[in-house]
T-cell receptor, first 111, second 113 residues
Framework: EAQVTQNPRYLITVTGKKLTVTCSQNMNHEYMSWYRQDPGLGLRQIYYSMNVEVTDKGDVPEGYKVSRKEKRNFPLILESPSPNQTSLYFC??????????FGPGTRLTVT | AQSVTQLDSQVPVFEEAPVELRCNYSSSVSVYLFWYVQYPNQGLQLLLKYLSGSTLVKGINGFEAEFNKSQTSFHLRKPSVHISDTAEYFCAVSGGSNYKLTFGKGTLLTVNP
């Protein structure tokens, strides 16, 4: 089944404790992206990747890192999480501007 | 730069009534337009998309949308809604060189019996 998977689905952590949210797709997409969703703000792009080893900042990249060592994986790294990073995170992959497929989401709470 | 405005943050309707969710966009480049639906505690599912061609596009679950270039709109419609259509709906636009999807803030559709 064609899909985007994220892990974990739910995570509660404390300020400053490094964490990684994994994202994997099995559709051979070159493009992958991370978004965060906050009430009243919709979804905002954090980082994106056009292909392996090619990443760039989106609209809200502060406090996040990404890497793209393999085509299928695009992990999101929070090296020192803070409470303002409490949010719902979505990974997406797709064929450029034509369509993007979203993962199920990761609900992160930072206390 | 691109932006999307969803004109209604909440739309309550009764079951079997028609509904229209409004979306306006602005962009300096050619656009591709999308509607996504998010059911409670779930991810985003693509309802329909406009890439080119016919301005009336049909999607899943009986939804359709019309692209109006002169009014820069992409309103979503359904002639008769069901309780199961209760969800949040997001309009989005892409078209830039970075393939970013720019989302509106969402419209919560609540279908009441």
């Amino acid at each position: 089944e064609a899909q985007v998977t994220q892990n974990p689905r739910y995570l509660i952590t404390v300020t400053g404790k490094k964490l990684t949210v994994t994202c994997s797709q099995n559709m051979n997409h070159e493009y992958m992206s991370w978004y965060r969703q906050d009430p009243g703000l919709g979804l905002r792009q954090i980082y994106y990747s056009m292909n392996v080893e090619v990443t760039d900042k989106g609209d809200v990249p502060e406090g996040y890192k990404v890497s793209r060592k393999e085509k299928r994986n695009f992990p999101l790294i929070l090296e020192s999480p803070s409470p303002n990073q409490t949010s719902l995170y979505f990974c997406a992959s797709g064929w450029g501007n034509y369509e993007q497929y979203f993962g199920p989401g990761t609900r992160l709470t930072v206390t | 730069a691109q932006s999307v405005t969803q004109l209604d943050s909440q739309v309550p309707v009764f079951e079997e009534a028609p509904v229209e969710l409004r979306c306006n966009y602005s962009s300096s480049v050619s656009v591709y337009l999308f509607w996504y639906v998010q059911y409670p505690n779930q991810g985003l599912q693509l309802l329909l998309k406009y890439l080119s061609g016919s301005t009336l596009v049909k999607g899943i679950n009986g939804f359709e949308a019309e692209f109006n270039k002169s009014q820069t709109s992409f309103h979503l419609r359904k002639p008769s809604v069901h309780i199961s259509d209760t969800a949040e709906y997001f309009c989005a636009v892409s078209g830039g060189s970075n393939y970013k999807l720019t989302f509106g803030k969402g419209t919560l559709l609540t279908v009441n019996p």
